[in-house]
């Protein structure tokens, strides 16, 4: 059985640009869908440029004004000074210890080390040491001077140096020099550490104090250490001067006797540093700068002296000058990359405006 196709009835041009106008209009929907999605998509990773970037320049605002904050807070601590020893070694080429006297050389080596650390107890007294600055100014440096000698002696103490009409003045800390001027000088006084609020006080009686300071440290802690160490290393020396009178050859003779010069050696050193803490923790030191009290500059007399004091004026101006652009030019730089960020966000949303509006109108035009 056959069949026959059915004919399509014709289109009337009415029909058929309707149908065309439906396509063109589909297809143009379609489009500016796509060109809406395209340029969202756009936004989105401008955006997202944009928020890091700026999260990377808060971050170094952050960092340029946290870090040194940090970086001054930031103190330097003091400790006292400490031994450290280690057990013999046998230098080389020599001959072992043989039987007891290698043990006991073993012994007398890790005694120098007491174990467990420092030990002190509560009810010992700490070990602090105070020292002491101030700045006077005075009339005569030589004869305050001699004034400080005095004081310092009438408190049981010395003076442990001076310079008078130097150029330079020893740091208080540091061990440095500074500059001062000409005619100036500085006094090291010892005095007892009970006497050093006595003599700090005493000082008023010099002169105008300037600036004054009083600094504690402990090394409580430090002196225990060298103590235990010093009765250990003692300990070994004398287990060590046994050996020796008990050596049965010479190689046990010549390594005993090369360990006790290093005991020998290392107790000396924990003694002297002891000395020496014991020295500071006694007698406190007071370091005291004589400034010269110069008489008031007379005011100008004529005009020579009135254009000397302008230009010298000028020049103190203008290096304050430079020294507050050296300081600004960092923030100015800081200033400008913020403002640059600023105005490329700023660009960035008008083109983002503009080119909505530049499809919105298209589509207004295709419908």
Do not use: C
């Not at 106008?21 to 989105?44: D, G, K, M, P, S």
């Amino acid at each position: 059985m056959t069949t026959t196709p059915t004919e399509l009835p014709e289109l009337s041009e009415e029909t058929a640009d309707r149908l065309e106008e439906a396509v063109f209009a589909q297809i143009a929907e379609e489009r500016a869908a796509e060109r809406a999605h395209r340029a969202l998509t756009r936004r989105r990773a401008r955006r997202r440029g944009w928020l890091t970037a700026g999260g990377v320049a808060a971050a170094f605002v952050v960092g340029v004004l946290v870090t040194p904050a940090i970086l001054n807070a930031t103190g330097s601590a003091s400790s006292g000074s400490s031994i450290a020893t280690a057990p013999y070694n046998a230098p080389s080429g020599a001959q072992p210890l043989s039987g007891a006297a290698k043990d006991l050389a073993q012994s007398s080596g890790g005694a120098s080390s007491p174990a467990g650390g420092s030990t002190s107890s509560t009810n010992t007294p700490r070990d602090v040491v105070r020292t002491g600055s101030a700045t006077v100014q005075v009339d005569d440096v030589r004869t305050a001077a001699d004034a400080l000698a005095a004081l310092a002696k009438k408190h049981g103490g010395f003076v442990e140096s001076q310079q008078i009409g130097s150029t330079s003045t020893p740091l208080t800390t540091g061990g440095g020099i500074v500059p001062s001027p000409a005619g100036d000088g500085w006094v090291t006084l010892r005095v007892p550490a009970a006497d050093l609020d006595a003599v700090m006080d005493a000082l008023r009686a010099q002169g105008t104090v300037l600036a004054t300071s009083v600094g504690t440290n402990d090394v409580t802690t430090a002196t225990t250490d060298l103590r235990a160490q010093i009765d250990s290393l003692t300990t070994s020396v004398t287990r060590l001067t046994q050996l020796m009178s008990q050596a049965t050859s010479v190689a046990d003779l010549l390594t005993a006797e090369t360990a006790l010069t290093d005991r020998q050696s290392q107790l000396q050193s924990a003694q002297q540093q002891l000395k020496d803490l014991e020295s500071q923790v006694a007698m406190s030191s007071v370091q005291v700068t004589l400034v010269h009290q110069a008489p008031a500059a007379a005011d100008p007399a004529g005009f020579g002296d009135g254009l000397a004091a302008g230009w010298k004026g000028l020049i103190v101006s203008l290096n304050a000058l430079v020294i507050a652009l050296g300081f600004l030019l960092p923030w100015l730089a800081l200033a400008l990359v913020v403002a640059l960020i600023v105005w490329a966000i700023v660009r960035a949303r008008r083109a983002r405006r503009t080119r909505l509006a530049a499809v919105t109108s298209a589509k207004a035009r295709e419908d």
